[in-house]
């Protein structure tokens, strides 16, 4: 069924890599949903190993693969970090999944993370009964996004909203949805 979405990456289908990261990201998960917050000491050596197995993988140009994954992860969640609508460490861990499986498959990753992150944020809305308040609190966003432009106008405004709002800890998401997406294409057996 996702046989469309399985992307040639030598460094992703290296025995063993999948289940590191995956590993990693779980760890990564619970103490996101135990601390709000993806430790430095997590999301640094995940890169740094990432570039360095990489390298030593595939030389220059597994390095180079290497860092665009990165950068692929770090784009991907540094607009909603600059808004305030996320932590730095989520930023962080997506990116350190780039350093490890590469650009395509982060993407990819990406996306059933943020399928995962949205299902999980609907039921924490249906779960707390206060579904008008967070629609409220929602279309509020979406409306400062439109109107203002200015990300740290916006991001201190998402501070002061955070008290109000339910956080949800995206290194949760981020972890399902990368473990999904290898699951999905037979990295993980």
Same mark, same amino acid.
């Given at each position: 069924?996702? @046989?469309?979405?399985?992307?040639? /990456? #030598?460094?992703? !289908? !290296?025995?063993? $890599?999948?289940?590191?990261?995956?590993?990693?990201?779980?760890?990564?998960?619970?103490?996101? =949903?135990?601390?709000? &917050?993806? #430790?430095?000491?997590? !999301?640094? #050596?995940?890169?740094?190993?990432?570039? *360095?197995? /990489?390298?030593?993988?595939?030389?220059?140009?597994?390095?180079? *693969? /290497?860092?665009i994954g990165? $950068?692929?992860?770090? =784009? %991907? %969640?540094?607009?909603?970090?600059?808004? =305030?609508?996320?932590?730095?460490?989520?930023?962080?861990?997506?990116? =350190?999944?780039?350093?490890?499986?590469?650009?395509?498959?982060?993407?990819?990753?990406?996306?059933?993370?943020?399928?995962?992150?949205? %299902?999980?944020? $609907?039921?924490?809305?249906?779960?707390?009964?206060?579904?008008?308040?967070?629609?409220?609190?929602?279309?509020?966003? $979406?409306? @400062?996004?439109m109107v203002?432009?200015?990300?740290?106008?916006l991001s201190?405004?998402?501070? @002061?909203? &955070?008290? /109000?709002?339910?956080?949800?800890?995206?290194?949760? #998401?981020?972890?399902?949805?990368?473990?999904?997406?290898? *699951?999905?294409?037979?990295?993980?057996?």
């Open positions: 069924m996702f @046989e469309q979405w399985s992307v040639d /990456s #030598p460094m992703a !289908t !290296t025995p063993g $890599v999948c289940i590191l990261v995956s590993v990693i990201l779980i760890a990564a998960a619970v103490i996101d =949903g135990w601390k709000l &917050k993806v #430790p430095n000491w997590i !999301t640094f #050596p995940m890169v740094f190993a990432g570039w *360095a197995a /990489s390298a030593w993988l595939f030389g220059w140009s597994g390095l180079v *693969a /290497s860092l990165t $950068v692929v992860g770090l =784009g %991907l %969640l540094l607009p909603l970090y600059a808004i =305030g609508g996320m932590g730095a460490g989520d930023v962080k861990l997506l990116a =350190g999944v780039g350093a490890w499986v590469w650009g395509w498959v982060t993407f990819y990753a990406f996306c059933f993370s943020a399928v995962i992150g949205g %299902l999980i944020a $609907v039921g924490m809305v249906i779960y707390s009964k206060k579904i008008l308040h967070h629609a409220g609190q929602f279309w509020a966003i $979406v409306g @400062e996004i203002i432009r200015d990300p740290g106008q201190t405004i998402a501070a @002061e909203r &955070k008290s /109000s709002m339910m956080l949800l800890p995206y290194g949760i #998401p981020i972890a399902i949805g990368t473990i999904a997406y290898f *699951a999905c294409i037979g990295l993980l057996l």
